[in-house]
């Protein structure tokens, strides 16, 4: 199992405020595969996406990417694992402003032992005619295009997405999500991504679905669906 996630609980707060957030979640995710975790909101989804990336540490169980547990890392050595293994889409673009489109990916492949090529990303992503433009001279969804070639350029194993079309309208959302399957498709990244939109889960190739902390469901989908023909 490429990524196994074991017996994850964390809770927040102190006492009689104290909640848990996530209740003993088990799963495992294979090498490759486009994975959706599905819930309502405060379900725990981004809390666990947090905890597989490093960004915030379970009260226990563990997480293992490749055979490697993250909780044995010093922290020196899980920022040196971050950077080489794991790749972030957020719902807010997060691009240096006064870096051009180009400069912006290439901070990602600066990360990188073995980064993919920045003018192939940027065509792919449909970028390379603006690549001399700064972030506030593109829409959101080019913002969003660019964010995910800073993350895609370190080749990283594990393609980390939250909620990464949450502030797109429609069908900037759909060319988002074709972008990420042919992502998935061409370089052989595994994707886990935090969505609340129940049709995302159709493209995907598992899905797990979490409420109150908790895993309801988690099947392979058998009739996976391209992003293009999704409907919501």
């Not at 927040?12 to 088990?26: A, R």
């Not at 990602?108 to 390379?128: E, M, R």
């Not at 129940?198 to 309801?216: C, E, P, Q």
Request: with cysteine; hydrophobic share 35%.
């Amino acid at each position: 199992m490429f990524l196994e996630i074991s017996k994850i609980k964390k809770s927040f707060g102190e006492g009689e405020s104290k909640v848990e957030v996530l209740k003993g979640i088990d799963v495992g995710i294979e090498k490759g595969e486009f994975c959706v975790l599905l819930g309502p909101s405060g379900s725990g989804k981004s809390t666990l996406l947090n905890i597989i990336g490093g960004i915030d540490n379970a009260d226990s169980g563990y997480i293992s990417i490749d055979g490697e547990k993250t909780a044995d890392m010093s922290e020196k050595a899980l920022t040196m694992y971050r950077r080489k293994h794991l790749g972030y889409i957020f719902q807010m673009y997060n691009l240096i402003p006064n870096l051009n489109i180009k400069e912006n990916i290439e901070v990602g492949a600066y990360l990188s032992d073995n980064p993919l090529d920045v003018d192939d990303i940027l065509k792919t992503l449909g970028l390379y005619e603006h690549r001399h433009k700064l972030p506030n001279q593109l829409s959101g969804g080019q913002q969003q295009r660019t964010a995910i070639g800073r993350a895609i350029v370190k080749n990283p194993d594990i393609l980390l997405c939250d909620e990464p079309t949450g502030a797109l309208d429609y069908n900037t959302s759909k060319e988002i999500l074709k972008l990420i399957e042919e992502v998935n498709q061409k370089y052989g990244n595994t994707v886990v991504m935090v969505t609340h939109n129940d049709a995302i889960k159709n493209m995907a190739d598992r899905v797990i679905t979490l409420r109150d902390g908790m895993i309801r469901k988690n099947y392979l989908n058998e009739t996976k669906i391209p992003a293009a023909e999704l409907d919501w």
